[in-house]
């Protein structure tokens, strides 16, 4: 699914070929995220190595992690409900075990946990997770010891946090919110006194608060001067905005979830423009102002109610605010949604009758009204999980319950044109049909407009016009996003390997494209590489190509795949000298020694070339003209 073929699927580290052969290079060298993943890399290596892109292996695994993380839940619940209930001094409804079983069935079996589990490559967030919680289950048994006088409290405290943080973030950057769940718990439940209330603040101040200042410093030069919002279709402002009617949809969907609002793609959700465009955007702050200013008032009177909130509010406050992510995923709810259960199970456990008959009335019926909703969800994640289950169903209730959802519209098409046999079936009809409905959508990419593109291309049928023209549409009016560039290297590629037939024409207008996106974003170095891989493969014009790519080198000079690609067309070109300068430079960005054998090859073939040259010099000959011959 989506991010799979990026992260997993079309990575040649992940064959089990390379895995066997280059192990480390898959974990080491990921593109994931600022700081590449590498305990969720090392966990996909490891399993590929040996069932390779076979899926059930893989969910079977993400499975039973959710399974041990709902172990580590309802541990953590029951140890927070139990000291709540001690310190209020009142017997709640339910006993502590009973509600923590409740809360951690919940939570396992909510609808909208699916997407962390059967979206292969979001075991990124479950792993985190498992990080989280066992840190904050070190946190606490250190908490305890301090309470009690007994040795190694301490140790216990900084150790859960900062190992627990650091293994958490390589699994992905979502652990760095260990020491802010950690603060709502102390703050709300444990009330740190007496010697805690002296030191626990420099342990916040070193893992929480040091580290989030720095991490403002990072992100904030992008905010400024927009850079990281340039692939974006919405400006800061706009997300802002539209978070607070997301989060209140995660509410609902967390609680009380319809079977039409779960989806994989949310890329049909109208942004929000200013605070009554929708009207809704201003009435979903108002009820976060409420419910935020609840949490905060019944810290005391309802230290359940208060912490679930509080905890759902930290664990969006990375995801739903100032980063440039996307603006709605499901996942990103994996942990903050123990929060939604725990204060809505909470608040009815608050619910104290006077008389002991009615006590145990309402017991009855709060037990069932939660198991019936346990029921509800297990049965509504059921159907849901046999969706998933084939590529086809899911991409046709996909598209079916969210018509104007441009990506649900495009794989739709997709699956349908995989699925035909040849130009007659009556699939590939549907199929292209179904993506020039997808190109049309309000907020759709380039991906639509190139299988249009390349299936006509393949069959050798003709390309429309048309196709191209709504391509330097939408580039001329639309951010590129990272998928447009993986759209435009399909098209270049399927042409280099000869599945599509292009005619001059439409070379030249495949050209234009890529002139055109390298014009509106001309410090993009991916899209300069287009250009000149253009140039050396389809047009064979190496000159040419070889400007484009020392343009590219030049604008990320740190990046190894650019530095590559302007070697492999020195060697080809006859320039060994400056191949031989260029494999240094690689060297020194190969931080792991991934691509050791592929230097060494580089070298001797450089070595080879600066060898011949020197041969035919001292013989008398003329050197070979430059840049001679096209590569690949």
Not at 43 to 56: I, K, N
Not at 260 to 265: E, F, P, T
Not at 305 to 316: C, D, E
């Amino acid at each position: 699914m989506f991010d799979d073929f990026g992260n997993l699927v079309d990575d040649p580290r992940f064959t089990q070929a390379a895995l066997h052969a280059h192990f480390w290079a898959a974990v080491l060298g990921g593109h994931a995220g600022p700081f590449d993943r590498p305990l969720s890399m090392l966990s996909f290596a490891l399993q590929m190595r040996w069932t390779g892109f076979d899926a059930w292996p893989l969910k079977a695994f993400n499975l039973l992690l959710h399974l041990g993380n709902g172990a580590l839940v309802y541990a953590l619940s029951t140890r927070v409900i139990a000291f709540a209930s001690k310190r209020r001094a009142e017997p709640g409804l339910l006993a502590p075990e009973v509600l923590a079983l409740l809360v951690a069935s919940a939570w396992l079996l909510a609808p909208i946990q699916l997407t962390a589990v059967l979206y292969v490559v979001q075991r990124e967030e479950a792993l985190a997770a498992t990080f989280v919680l066992l840190g904050l289950l070190g946190y606490w048994r250190g908490r305890m010891l301090l309470l009690d006088g007994r040795a190694h409290a301490w140790r216990w405290i900084w150790g859960s946090l900062a190992l627990g943080m650091l293994l958490a973030t390589l699994a992905k950057e979502t652990g760095v919110m260990l020491p802010a769940y950690a603060a709502v718990l102390e703050w709300v439940v444990l009330r740190g006194e007496g010697d805690a209330q002296r030191r626990l603040p420099w342990v916040y101040l070193v893992l929480l608060v040091i580290p989030g200042v720095l991490g403002l410093a990072w992100l904030l030069p992008g905010f400024l001067d927009g850079s990281a919002y340039a692939t974006r279709t919405f400006t800061l402002s706009q997300r802002l905005l539209t978070e607070g009617r997301v989060l209140v949809d995660y509410l609902h969907w967390i609680l009380a979830p319809k079977p039409d609002a779960l989806s994989l793609y949310h890329d049909d959700l109208l942004v929000s423009t200013g605070w009554l465009a929708p009207w809704t955007t201003a009435a979903s702050w108002a009820l976060l102002a409420a419910l935020l200013a609840g949490a905060l008032a019944l810290r005391r009177r309802l230290p359940l109610v208060s912490l679930g909130l509080l905890w759902f509010f930290v664990g969006q406050s990375l995801v739903s605010t100032l980063i440039p992510l996307e603006l709605v995923y499901e996942h990103r709810n994996y942990l903050p949604s123990w929060g939604v259960f725990v204060a809505a199970f909470g608040l009815l456990q608050a619910w104290r009758p006077a008389q002991a008959q009615a006590r145990a009335t309402l017991r009855t019926l709060v037990v069932a009204a939660l198991l019936a909703l346990i029921a509800m969800d297990a049965l509504f994640t059921g159907i849901r999980a046999q969706i998933w289950s084939s590529p086809y169903r899911l991409a046709y209730f996909e598209a079916t319950l969210h018509p104007r959802s441009p990506r649900a519209a495009y794989d739709l098409g997709r699956i349908e044109l995989m699925m035909a046999q040849g130009r007659q079936s009556g699939l590939y009809g549907l199929g292209m049909q179904q993506m020039a409905y997808a190109a049309k959508l309000p907020g759709a990419d380039l991906q639509p407009w190139q299988a249009l593109v390349f299936m006509a291309a393949k069959h050798g049928e003709r390309i429309d016009p048309l196709w191209w023209d709504g391509m330097r549409r939408l580039i001329a009016n639309t951010p590129m996003s990272a998928e447009d560039v993986g759209a435009l290297y399909s098209l270049i590629h399927c042409g280099i390997d000869g599945v599509c037939h292009y005619d001059a024409s439409d070379l030249q207008q495949l050209g234009e494209v890529l002139a055109l996106a390298a014009r509106r974003a001309p410090a993009r170095a991916e899209l300069v590489t287009l250009q000149a891989n253009y140039e050396a493969n389809l047009l064979h014009r190496l000159p040419q190509a070889y400007a484009l790519m020392q343009r590219a080198v030049a604008l990320a000079p740190d990046d190894y795949a650019y530095w590559n690609n302007l070697v492999q067309m020195q060697l080809a070109g006859g320039l060994d000298a400056q191949a031989a300068a260029g494999i240094e430079r690689m060297r020194e960005l190969d931080r792991f020694g991934l691509h050791s054998a592929e230097l060494a090859k580089l070298a001797r073939r450089a070595e080879a070339g600066m060898s011949r040259t020197s041969t035919r010099r001292e013989a008398g000959q003329s050197a070979p003209p430059v840049l001679r011959s096209a590569t690949r």
